[in-house]
């Protein structure tokens, strides 16, 4: 058995028991499961087997050094949104062609370093950043490969905060915009148009908007391509959501029989960004209970050691996360709000759960935490960064020591 799975009473990752894990290591802590990781890198590589293409794990959900070196491993390459994530891509050993550079406010020394290392394409989110890359690119006598990041006015149905398709959103270069930009861009000697790149937003369940931004990238690249332009792939970007709640969504294989069908029609190759689709469901966060009060009559707050500094995803974006006891116990049900520890109303990790009464000391596991989790945690009330570590071959090991407050202090004076 693989993943977060109950064994008799007790939660296991990968079969160790996860009471085991937290005794040792402490709570608030991220656990996650190498064989989830493997296998939903492999199903998203095997639906799109039947077109030439490249995986390129998004770091952004997660990236934890030993994180992104088992997707190096697995074949992955790396999508990656800021210098720091270059560096961490390059550290995990992926080299600069297997990697593509997103990101809405790229500063110029990031992208001096993205041009020098050369990777595989620098996605670009406006003509500003075009001639920024061309300028830099001409000063070291490189010729960068860029793709166009399209926004092709679709709703991705999803969350607001995580909707990146619209006009009315920051992202992207409007698509109506793009046959005139890229012509513009073909006589500079600094860029090189490789690719269109399209990301409509993330926790994606309903495949129709993904399967709309494939035909418009399709169509524009038929339309550059009548035109002169050299494009060698598009680019569809992550989003393909989890379930958070049990119910079930769209995978993989679903993913691809939608959107496959289109894309082929343009010969071209395909890069996909996935990130949360891979990385949610192999994490959770264990946290232990504080305290347990009452609020009003039978209903109950139950305060944990974790809130919103070490996963921030319900306050943030209202999400929902499965809460269990990892030991369960036959204490009647009752009606509980699940917060957090912080000095914010807000710092609630579920709201109306139906708990078997819990005690203090009790260990839970917050399910699907394992992207956009720890890579989210703040020091917020000088709390410390949470500790992580990977379960693999029936064994875990510590892949991010817990924070000291010594390590937070030594940058201050
Ligand atoms: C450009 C880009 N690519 C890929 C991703 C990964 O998305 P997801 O985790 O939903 O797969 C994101 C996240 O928002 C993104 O902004």
Redesign the pocket.
């Known amino acids: 058995m693989t993943g977060f799975q109950r064994a008799a009473t007790v939660l296991a990752c990968d079969e160790v028991p996860l009471d085991r894990i937290a005794a040792a290591e402490g709570t608030p802590l991220y656990v996650y499961s190498a064989a989830t990781i493997a296998a939903r890198y492999r199903a998203i590589d095997e639906a799109f087997a039947g077109c030439p293409h490249a995986i390129h794990y998004?770091l952004?959900?997660n990236s934890t050094l030993a994180i992104a070196r088992l997707l190096r491993a697995l074949g992955s390459f790396a999508?990656v949104?800021s210098g720091g994530e270059i560096e961490v891509a390059m550290r995990a050993g992926f080299t600069p062609a297997q990697i593509v550079f997103?990101g809405v406010g790229k500063t110029p020394a990031e992208l001096a370093h993205a041009i020098a290392f050369g990777v595989r394409s620098i996605?670009v989110e406006s003509p500003g950043e075009i001639d920024r890359i061309d300028a830099l690119s001409r000063q070291c006598r490189a010729r960068t490969k860029i793709a166009i990041?399209v926004n092709p006015d679709v709703d991705a149905k999803t969350h607001p905060h995580?909707s990146?398709g619209l006009k009315t959103n920051k992202?992207g270069i409007p698509i109506a915009e793009v046959p005139d930009i890229c012509r513009r861009a073909q006589a500079m000697d600094g860029v090189r148009i490789v690719g269109l790149?399209a990301?409509i937003?993330?926790?994606?369940t309903d495949l129709a908007p993904l399967e709309r931004a494939a035909r418009a990238l399709v169509a524009l690249a038929r339309d550059l391509r009548d035109s002169g332009s050299a494009i060698e792939h598009l680019d569809i970007?992550?989003?393909?959501?989890v379930s958070y709640d049990g119910k079930p969504v769209p995978d993989a294989a679903d993913y691809a029989r939608t959107v496959l069908p289109v894309l082929r029609e343009s010969g071209l190759s395909i890069v996909l960004?996935?990130?949360?689709?891979i990385l949610a469901p192999a994490g959770a966060l264990l946290t232990r209970v504080v305290d347990v009060k009452e609020a009003d009559a039978g209903r109950w707050f139950v305060v944990m050691d974790a809130g919103m500094t070490e996963l921030i995803r319900p306050m943030l974006y209202n999400a929902f996360h499965r809460i269990e006891p990892v030991v369960k116990t036959d204490a009647p049900l009752v009606s509980t709000d699940v917060v957090g520890p912080l000095c914010e109303s807000s710092d609630t990790l579920g709201k109306d759960r139906m708990l078997p009464k819990p005690e203090p000391g009790e260990l839970y596991a917050v399910l699907d935490a394992g992207?956009?989790g720890s890579v989210m945690a703040s020091n917020y009330n000088r709390r410390m960064l949470p500790a992580e570590v990977l379960v693999e071959d029936n064994a875990w090991r510590v892949i991010r020591r817990r924070q000291t407050l010594d390590d937070v202090l030594a940058l201050e004076s």
């Open positions: 998004a952004k959900a999508d949104n997103t996605n990041r995580i990146t992202f790149h990301h937003g993330s926790q994606i970007g992550g989003g393909l959501g960004e996935p990130g949360r689709h992207a956009y």
